[in-house]
């Protein structure tokens, strides 16, 4: 069975700081997918990031960096210089290369607040 | 990109009515598509996964009597809630995932959302 574990729940900066999401995965299967979806009030998913388990080569995306670790099954997302608008729900996700739909698991979600 | 779209976006009903949510994927054809809710503060739990042409996969704990599921074309699945309660009251998502073109194809894609207030 696979899980998604975000240990924070709620995560408060102020504008301009640098922060960073945890994600933690378990998954019997060698070949998974790992994902970054950021909710905004709006209710609206919107997809920031795949990546497959055989790639770990951190990415960068402008003020966005992500940082895959498979030997601490781990996919941590962090915001440079953040600032009011990154103020959402971010939602880390995992599908295994399965038949059977590929079902995405969703970790619990940490709700950033970036403040003025 | 691809899109997904679902409507209505917002719906109010009375207790004891049904309502169906419709998924349509834009501008590509869906073999799967995927059912999710969300309680207010809370993650998306999977309900169900739909497959064209045949009957969709219930998660556990998902009334399918409650819940149906139909995914009669490559671009259309629906959701009906059947005899909504108040306590069905949720944002009902869905997802959809084309045919497999290449081997790291395998992302999903959202619809917007459908917010389910049952008086």
């Known amino acids: 069975a696979q899980k998604v574990t975000q240990a924070q729940t709620e995560i408060s900066v102020v504008e301009k700081e640098d922060v960073t999401l945890d994600c933690v995965y378990e998954?019997?299967?060698?070949?998974?997918?790992l994902f970054w979806y950021k909710q905004p009030p709006s209710g609206e998913l919107v997809f920031l990031i795949r990546?497959?388990?055989?790639?770990?080569q951190n990415e960068i995306s402008g003020r966005y960096s992500w940082n895959f670790q498979k030997s601490t099954s781990s996919f941590n997302f962090t915001i440079t210089a953040s600032q009011v608008v990154d103020s959402a729900v971010y939602f880390c996700?995992?599908?295994?290369?399965?038949?059977?739909?590929?079902?995405?698991?969703f970790g619990g979600g940490t709700r950033l607040m970036v403040k003025p | 990109g691809a899109v997904v779209s679902q409507h209505p976006s917002r719906v109010i009903c009375k207790s004891g009515t049904s309502v169906k949510i419709e998924c349509r994927s834009l501008?590509?054809?869906?073999?799967?598509m995927f059912w999710y809710r969300q309680f207010p503060k809370k993650s998306l739990m999977l309900m169900a996964t739909?497959?064209?042409?045949?009957?969709?996969?219930?998660e556990q704990g998902v009334e399918k009597d409650k819940f149906l599921i139909n995914h009669a074309s490559l671009t259309l699945s629906t959701l009906t809630v059947t005899s909504a309660h108040p306590e069905d009251s949720s944002f009902y998502i869905c997802?959809?995932?084309?045919?497999?073109?290449?081997?790291?194809?395998?992302?999903?894609?959202f619809g917007p959302g459908t917010r389910l207030t049952v008086l």
């Open positions: 997802s959809a995932r084309g045919p497999r073109m290449e081997r790291d194809n395998n992302e999903q894609f």
């Open positions: 998954t019997r299967d060698t070949t998974y997918y």
């Open positions: 990546r497959n388990s055989f790639d770990e």
């Open positions: 996700a995992l599908s295994e290369d399965t038949n059977a739909g590929n079902m995405l698991t």
């Open positions: 501008d590509f054809q869906a073999t799967t």
């Open positions: 739909s497959n064209e042409g045949s009957k969709a996969t219930y």
